[in-house]
């Protein structure tokens, strides 16, 4: 094949691949055997929770494997006439295949993406942190930006967006503020986002106009429902009462509504100043408090499986896991899986899919590639 259509097989062939080895394709197929003569079994459903554990559970598997078993076919058959095309000369067909591949491959990186969603919360509503570094105005304008930019990318996806807290910055920008994004899968996409994210561009508050690098770091835990159970002890809570504050006059209160819990043995603090209501607060950061301490134990079991665990560091340089360079090019660039874009306003407007995909891949296939950072 020329060059261009073999180039999309090839990409196509690598996400069959990942695909394939992510499901354990044999064990799979064995395993969706299972599930389909335990859905025929009229006793199923005496248990209610455990039947829709293995609908889940079924319908996942079929729909991994049914989408990689169409890709498969139709790569094949595309091929078979892009080759006859070329064997008699049609460059109409040949093109025509060749844009067809193309199309595959996109839909093959959303199957594959798709697949990848399927870790015990990924499925959960999320919750994502941004919280402004060191530098005082620059760095809280950075996390207001970072702020925007998800709720962007949760808007592309039809996600609903809540503002749960926020503390403005003293001049412009935010310290920081935590957003509530529901949909499907909402967490297994933003998971990969957590870590140290560096801005550098010409600083809008130097009247130099120089040059400035800022950062921010950005915090996603999964929301929890009442069936999984997590123990908090009421002696290892400290709780504080504040008045909301929010950007334009919003949220604001006149009495001591916003609720502060910080989980004394873990260092974990979470707040909520959403509702006028104490109480309805205090219930919103408990249940923030207990997601936080529930992806904290899921991040040790996948550091587990993975023979590694990175721990949450400090807001600064040298632990930044993606850059973006507004001045004096344009580049956003990810340092753990070397992804770049040189449309860094797109990014910023929440196109973050190709960085949120690759990140996703990367923790199935363990492999780490040398990327090095931009000035």
């Not at 060749?98 to 595959?104: E, R, V």
């Not at 509503?125 to 809280?140: C, F, K, L, R, W």
């Not at 930019?149 to 920008?173: I, T």
């Not at 950007?247 to 043995?265: E, F, K, L």
Request: charged share 30%; no cysteine; hydrophobic share 40%.
């Amino acid at each position: 094949m020329r060059a261009e259509a073999q180039a999309y097989a090839d990409k196509i062939n690598a996400a069959l691949a990942l695909l394939r080895r992510f499901i354990d394709w044999d064990k799979a197929l064995r395993r969706l055997d299972e599930l389909n003569a335990r859905v025929e079994d009229p006793t199923l459903w005496d248990k209610p929770r455990e039947a829709q554990e293995v609908m889940r559970e079924r319908r996942r598997l079929d729909e991994s494997i049914t989408a990689t078993r169409a890709i498969e076919r139709e790569l094949a058959e595309t091929a078979e006439l892009i080759e006859m095309a070329e064997a008699e000369g049609d460059e109409e067909m040949a093109v025509e295949g060749t844009q067809g591949l193309a199309a595959l491959a996109e839909r093959a990186e959303q199957d594959k993406v798709k697949a990848l969603l399927s870790g015990e919360a990924d499925a959960n509503d999320t919750y994502i942190e941004v919280h402004s570094g060191a530098g005082g105005t620059e760095s809280q304008d950075w996390a207001e930006m970072l702020q925007r930019m998800y709720s962007r990318w949760a808007e592309r996806h039809g996600f609903k967006v809540e503002l749960v807290d926020y503390h403005a910055g003293e001049q412009a920008g935010i310290k920081s503020a935590t957003l509530l994004v529901k949909g499907e899968n909402a967490y297994g996409y933003a998971k990969t986002e957590s870590g140290v994210h560096r801005l550098v561009r010409i600083s809008p508050y130097d009247s130099s106009a120089r040059r400035h690098t800022s950062f921010s770091s950005v915090w996603v835990y999964p929301v929890i429902d009442d069936s999984i159970d997590i123990e908090i002890n009421e002696s290892d809570l400290k709780i504080d009462t504040y008045r909301a504050s929010g950007a334009g006059g919003q949220h604001v209160n006149t009495t001591d509504s916003a609720v502060r819990i910080t989980h004394v043995p873990s260092g974990i603090i979470v707040a909520s100043q959403q509702d006028r209501s104490q109480h309805k607060n205090r219930a919103t950061a408990m249940g923030m408090l207990k997601a936080r301490l529930y992806e904290a134990e899921l991040a040790k079991r996948e550091a587990a499986a993975l023979g590694e665990y990175t721990a949450k560091t400090e807001i600064g340089w040298g632990h930044q896991i993606r850059s973006y360079v507004l001045q004096p090019y344009q580049l956003v660039k990810d340092l753990r899986t070397g992804v770049t874009s040189t449309a860094p306003s797109d990014v910023l407007d929440g196109a973050l899919d190709p960085f949120m995909a690759a990140a996703l891949s990367q923790r199935v296939t363990g492999e780490t590639v040398e990327v090095e950072d931009v000035d």
